[in-house]
């Protein structure tokens, strides 16, 4: 294989990697750029690499994707090496066997590989909609707030940072594994993504310290790991916690990634962040950043509006470059920074 013919091989497989192991959608994966590169001699090789980086990638087999999801990703492999090689290739046709004798769990899991070699896997619930709550699944402005994070980590830096809405934690677990904050308290308000949330962090590395709503009646650091930050999940409804309550948190910084969904949900943060800006009067107010996805521009109003309303100033924080996970490249997302 020419030089450059052998790069450009290359570069196709870190795309189809990152995909794969986020269980991205079929379509998005760069299939016509292999067609191309399939018609050389080197055809075979370049999906031999391919398998590797996805189905039998070390974190695929240790921690696996949907059974539905690989037996799709493998007959398309399949296919498009059919169309251009007449021999077979046997590592891709018992490859499609293993999935296909394989039981498809209630649970996959999705794995996004961080800028340190590191990465963050996630279980998830395998329907988008689960058990009543949108919070079992990861959603696209939440990877865009991580990747914003991990090209500013000082704002993070040696803070208690305040996440709402945590969902499967993946923003959240990025933050600490590449930003160290002292102290990150996930939560939300859902009984199963709480328990989900719990296993997320314990399935990366990071040891959780007991349920509160009072992290100050927890003081001292991770006994596991020193260089690891306090990591707490906290049960919080934004309808009914108390000032009192949120005051305990004593949040340098506050995040939340998509949930701006409804009206209802964009008047319940507003209420709650008006809570926490009244508790804050005798300290610094903490940094807030708010990441959405603007799919109902209405929604994105009323919440711009509500934070007018009440007193709230806030400012869009400039796109950033870095494009670290995969998600929907025609995906309209913002982040507003809030001056509590």
């Known amino acids: ?21 986020a269980a991205r959608t079929l379509r998005s994966f760069p299939w016509q750029s292999l067609e191309e590169k399939l018609r050389d001699s080197s055809g075979p090789e370049l999906l031999l690499n391919i398998l590797r980086k996805t189905v039998k990638h070390p974190l695929c087999v240790k921690h696996p994707p949907s059974v539905k999801y690989a037996r799709c990703f493998l007959s398309e492999l399949i296919r498009k090496h059919e169309a251009v090689h007449t021999e077979p290739l046997d590592e891709l ?3 499609l066997a293993e999935v296909l004798m394989a039981e498809e769990p209630t649970q996959s899991h999705r794995s996004y590989l961080l800028p340190s070699g590191d990465s963050v896997t996630l279980s998830e619930s395998t329907a988008i ?22 090209e500013n980590p000082a704002a993070f830096a040696h803070r208690i940072v305040l996440e709402l809405g945590s969902g499967a934690g993946l923003t959240g677990l990025a933050i600490c594994k590449t930003c160290c904050p002292s102290t990150y308290i ?15 962090i314990l399935l990366n590395g990071l040891s959780l310290e007991p349920d509160t709503t009072d992290p100050a009646r927890h003081p001292g650091h991770n006994a596991y790991n020193s260089e690891s930050p306090r990591v707490m999940v906290a049960h919080l ?19 939340a990634a998509d949930v701006l969904y409804c009206p209802e949900t964009v008047l319940s943060l507003v209420r709650v962040l008006q809570r926490l ?14 990441a959405f996805t603007i799919r109902n521009p209405e929604t994105c109003q009323l919440f711009t509006s509500e934070l007018g309303r009440a007193g709230i100033p806030w400012e869009a924080v400039p796109h950033h470059n870095q494009k670290l996970f995969p998600y929907e490249e025609h995906s309209d997302m913002k982040i507003l920074k809030l001056m509590l």
């Not at 909609?129 to 991990?150: C, F, P, Q």
Request: glycine share 4%.
């Open 1 to 21: 294989m020419a030089p450059e013919e052998s790069a450009a091989a290359a570069r196709l497989l870190p795309s189809f990697e990152r995909r794969f192991l």
């Open 93 to 95: 046709y018992e490859a």
């Open 129 to 150: 909609v689960s058990h009543g709550t949108t919070g079992l699944v990861t959603w696209d402005a939440a990877l865009y707030l991580a990747e914003w994070a991990i």
């Open 186 to 200: 996930f939560s939300d308000c859902h009984t199963c993504v709480l328990e989900q949330l719990r296993g997320n």
């Open 237 to 255: 409804d934004w309808d009914v916690v108390t000032t009192p309550e949120l005051a305990a948190f004593q949040p340098d910084v506050i995040i």
């Open 277 to 290: 800006s009244a508790c804050l009067k005798n300290q610094q107010a903490p940094e807030t950043y708010i």
